[in-house]
């Protein structure tokens, strides 16, 4: 899956998540009402689909959107540009429109579904065929091909030749394919003009392959493990397989709506971290749009890129302010007779500053909220949507995302949270206690289960159902292991590895050894942990991460209790053990304390990126 698929409050409250619920004016018509109440913004009679006012202007682009996602971050892109947006409410619509976008990403099936019952496939289909400025993004451009493999065969609007194909992650490469990767243009394209050699940013498991029938629409390609279409175009109809709302990319948007404004550059101007990316010489940055002036010496962009994350764990402190904080193991307070919680800024003017700064991916952790009422924290929604207006690179929000019965006896499921997470701007979420109990569950039917051979999976937890509507590459699962040393590798059921890193040094017979534990042990097993670290779970990290990706997370998020704060690199053992046991992406946390740990990481293991919160935060 690509992403979320069509649906309102109702819907995902149902069991099977079925599409055919609703009708096809309700798909389309919204209701938009105040959000001044927060039990108003979720009520399960407000429609995913959002609107907004036209512009008397003139400055208007016309917009498909159909609940998916996070369109949040486009339209903040698209008004940053100076335009208005117009809403798509009946096929007719399409067919005024002077400029339409389609920011795709959900589902293939469903899409396609909502399309022919609503009759905007036909409407689409004469609109391109009439050459008429079009930009399909993602799904939307995946959609314009004869045949999409997801779920299927389901059938597209076969405009293009093609199929579209899952990546094949027996060669390798990770899927989803995440992160900032190069382009290869093949012809001009007008809107890729301002790319050149640097990287846009890549979110998805499905492709289309270039073939002979459909090379007239080829515009450029990407490398993942073999070439696949990144953009086409033919005539005024665009599509970019990327995220143009992201960064650079925001140059192609510009394009798209000014179509003859080659004299000015919209300029992003990062500071891309520059110690960092210096001494990672190895790896592109691809946040880096300095203006030629500034820009450090780099290479051409020519492969996916390492990324580098940063990290605001939120919390309130007790004076109830919102603030960002850094644990030292987990601990948030500092070590004087006060013990207030550590205050290290504001989250939406340091996310701003890091975007600024370079980051490739900015993170929040509500570390507190959410624990009676998790869609009551209006403030650390409020902060996603301060934030998405200036940070134009992936935002990831995890914290409290589960089922929940408030006060008044209503229930509300996890997809739900995470449906508010999305509509506020993450693009992401991050799950973290509730995919270990679900992990749990999983692999207790192993034992259960008589009539089958593998596991059976219920499709009720949160992680199934948020990446069966949004896609798994929507859902980062955090796990937050800690060092449990044992004298052989026989003592527990779960894998063990040998330690590589000692923690101290013991004299025995006028001899320095080198040992790990306090016994002597060279053997540990890492145990996994709920609840903030605060409680232990009978799993180990190894089977928590095998057993979420099997239940649909498209990234881990891989921290370290015994690393956390204490500045002396990341727990390579750890990192290899779970990066060598999935075929996702994992994301490296924990311990960085200088730019050498950063550079470690990336050459020592498979991380696919790297995340800190302190060091940037100390500066």
């Given at each position: 899956?690509?992403?979320?698929?069509?649906?309102?409050?109702?819907?995902?409250?149902?069991?099977?998540?079925?599409?055919?619920?609703?009708?096809?004016?309700?798909?389309?018509?919204?209701?938009?009402?105040?959000?001044?109440?927060?039990?108003?913004?979720?009520?399960?009679?407000?429609?995913?689909?959002?609107?907004?006012?036209?512009?008397?202007?003139?400055?208007?682009?016309?917009?498909?959107?159909?609940?998916?996602?996070?369109?949040?971050?486009?339209r903040?892109?698209?008004?940053?540009?100076?335009?208005e947006?117009?809403?798509?409410?009946?096929?007719?619509?399409?067919?005024n429109?002077?400029?339409?976008i389609?920011?795709?990403?959900?589902?293939?099936?469903?899409?396609?579904?909502?399309?022919?019952?609503?009759?905007?496939?036909?409407?689409?289909?004469?609109?391109?065929?009439?050459?008429?400025?079009?930009?399909?993004?993602?799904?939307?451009?995946?959609?314009?091909?004869?045949?999409?493999?997801?779920?299927?065969?389901?059938?597209?609007?076969?405009?293009?030749?093609?199929?579209?194909?899952?990546?094949?992650?027996?060669?390798?490469?990770r899927?989803?394919?995440?992160?900032?990767?190069?382009?290869?243009?093949?012809?001009?394209?007008?809107?890729?003009?301002?790319?050149?050699?640097?990287?846009?940013y890549?979110?998805?498991?499905?492709?289309?392959?270039p073939?002979?029938?459909?090379?007239?629409?080829?515009?450029s390609?990407c490398?993942?493990?073999?070439?696949?279409?990144?953009?086409?175009?033919?005539?005024?109809?665009?599509?970019?397989?990327?995220?143009?709302?992201?960064?650079?990319?925001?140059?192609?948007?510009?394009?798209?709506?000014?179509?003859?404004?080659?004299?000015?550059?919209?300029?992003?101007?990062?500071l891309?971290?520059?110690?960092?990316?210096?001494?990672?010489?190895?790896?592109?940055?691809?946040?880096?749009?300095?203006?030629?002036?500034?820009?450090?010496?780099?290479?051409?962009?020519?492969?996916?890129?390492?990324?580098?994350?940063?990290?605001?764990?939120?919390?309130?402190?007790?004076?109830?302010?919102?603030?960002?904080?850094?644990?030292d193991?987990?601990?948030v307070?500092?070590?004087?007779?006060?013990?207030?919680?550590?205050?290290?800024?504001?989250?939406?003017?340091?996310?701003?500053?890091?975007?600024?700064?370079?980051?490739?991916?900015?993170?929040?952790?509500?570390?507190?909220?959410f624990?009676?009422?998790?869609?009551?924290d209006?403030?650390?929604?409020?902060?996603?949507?301060?934030?998405?207006?200036?940070?134009?690179?992936?935002l990831?929000?995890?914290g409290?995302?589960?089922?929940?019965?408030d006060?008044?006896?209503?229930?509300?499921?996890?997809?739900?949270?995470?449906?508010?997470?999305f509509?506020?701007g993450?693009d992401?979420?991050?799950?973290?206690?509730?995919?270990?109990?679900?992990?749990?569950?999983?692999l207790?039917?192993?034992?259960?289960?008589?009539?089958?051979?593998?596991?059976?999976?219920?499709g009720?937890?949160?992680?199934e159902?948020?990446?069966?509507?949004?896609?798994?590459?929507?859902?980062v699962?955090?796990?937050?292991?800690?060092?449990?040393?044992?004298?052989?590798?026989?003592?527990?059921?779960?894998?063990?590895?040998?330690v590589?890193?000692?923690?101290?040094?013991?004299?025995?017979?006028?001899?320095?050894?080198?040992?790990?534990?306090?016994?002597?042990?060279?053997?540990?097993?890492?145990?996994c942990?709920?609840?903030?670290?605060r409680?232990?779970q009978?799993?180990?990290?190894?089977?928590?991460?095998?057993?979420?990706?099997?239940?649909g997370?498209?990234?881990?998020?891989?921290?370290?209790?015994d690393?956390?704060?204490?500045?002396?690199?990341?727990?390579?053992?750890?990192?290899?053990?779970?990066?060598?046991?999935?075929?996702?992406?994992?994301?490296?946390?924990?311990?960085?304390?200088?730019?050498?740990?950063?550079?470690?990481?990336?050459?020592?293991?498979?991380a696919?990126?790297a995340?800190?919160?302190g060091?940037?935060?100390r500066?």
């Open positions: 899956m690509e992403g979320v698929a069509f649906a309102s409050f109702t819907s995902f409250a149902t069991k099977s998540l079925l599409f055919s619920s609703l009708s096809p004016s309700s798909i389309i018509n919204r209701r938009q009402k105040s959000r001044k109440n927060t039990l108003k913004t979720i009520s399960r009679q407000n429609l995913v689909i959002r609107a907004s006012s036209a512009s008397s202007s003139g400055s208007v682009v016309t917009l498909l959107d159909y609940g998916a996602g996070n369109v949040r971050s486009l903040n892109a698209i008004r940053y540009l100076g335009f947006i117009e809403d798509v409410r009946t096929p007719k619509d399409i067919l429109a002077d400029r339409l389609f920011p795709g990403v959900g589902a293939f099936a469903s899409a396609m579904d909502v399309l022919v019952k609503t009759g905007m496939d036909e409407a689409l289909c004469t609109y391109i065929r009439n050459d008429r400025p079009f930009l399909g993004i993602c799904l939307g451009l995946q959609l314009l091909f004869e045949y999409s493999e997801e779920n299927g065969p389901v059938k597209g609007l076969g405009l293009i030749p093609g199929v579209v194909g899952r990546f094949n992650s027996s060669n390798g490469f899927v989803p394919h995440i992160g900032w990767n190069a382009l290869q243009i093949a012809k001009d394209s007008e809107i890729l003009d301002e790319i050149g050699d640097r990287h846009v890549f979110v998805h498991s499905y492709r289309a392959i073939l002979d029938d459909n090379k007239e629409w080829v515009s390609t490398n993942y493990g073999y070439d696949f279409i990144a953009s086409i175009r033919r005539g005024n109809v665009h599509g970019v397989q990327f995220h143009p709302e992201k960064n650079v990319g925001v140059s192609v948007l510009r394009r798209f709506l000014h179509p003859n404004s080659r004299g000015t550059k919209v300029v992003f101007v990062p891309v971290l520059i110690h960092l990316a210096t001494f990672i010489n190895s790896y592109v940055h691809p946040s880096s749009s300095l203006i030629d002036s500034q820009r450090p010496t780099q290479g051409k962009a020519s492969k996916l890129a390492k990324r580098v994350i940063a990290c605001l764990d939120v919390r309130t402190n007790d004076k109830g302010d919102l603030v960002v904080t850094k644990g193991q987990y601990d307070r500092e070590q004087t007779k006060e013990n207030e919680v550590r205050n290290l800024g504001k989250p939406v003017e340091l996310s701003g500053q890091y975007y600024k700064d370079g980051a490739d991916v900015v993170s929040f952790l509500n570390i507190t909220g624990r009676d009422f998790p869609l009551g209006l403030p650390m929604l409020q902060v996603l949507r301060h934030a998405s207006q200036n940070v134009f690179v992936p990831t929000v995890g409290g995302i589960r089922d929940f019965t006060a008044n006896g209503r229930y509300y499921s996890s997809l739900e949270v995470a449906s508010e997470y509509r506020s993450a992401k979420i991050s799950i973290g206690t509730d995919a270990v109990y679900a992990a749990e569950e999983y207790k039917t192993k034992v259960r289960s008589f009539t089958s051979l593998g596991l059976v999976k219920t009720k937890s949160s992680l159902q948020i990446s069966r509507v949004y896609g798994n590459q929507a859902v699962v955090s796990i937050d292991p800690r060092l449990v040393y044992v004298k052989s590798p026989n003592d527990v059921k779960l894998k063990t590895i040998r590589t890193k000692p923690d101290f040094t013991r004299t025995f017979n006028g001899y320095a050894y080198l040992v790990s534990g306090p016994n002597g042990e060279v053997y540990a097993w890492y145990q942990t709920v609840n903030g670290g409680e232990g009978p799993i180990g990290a190894y089977e928590l991460a095998k057993a979420v990706e099997e239940l997370a498209g990234e881990i998020l891989l921290n370290c209790i690393c956390d704060g204490q500045g002396k690199g990341f727990d390579i053992d750890l990192i290899n053990l779970i990066s060598d046991a999935v075929s996702i992406p994992v994301i490296a946390s924990s311990g960085a304390g200088a730019v050498k740990h950063f550079s470690e990481v990336f050459t020592k293991t498979n696919s990126a995340l800190a919160a060091i940037f935060h500066k």
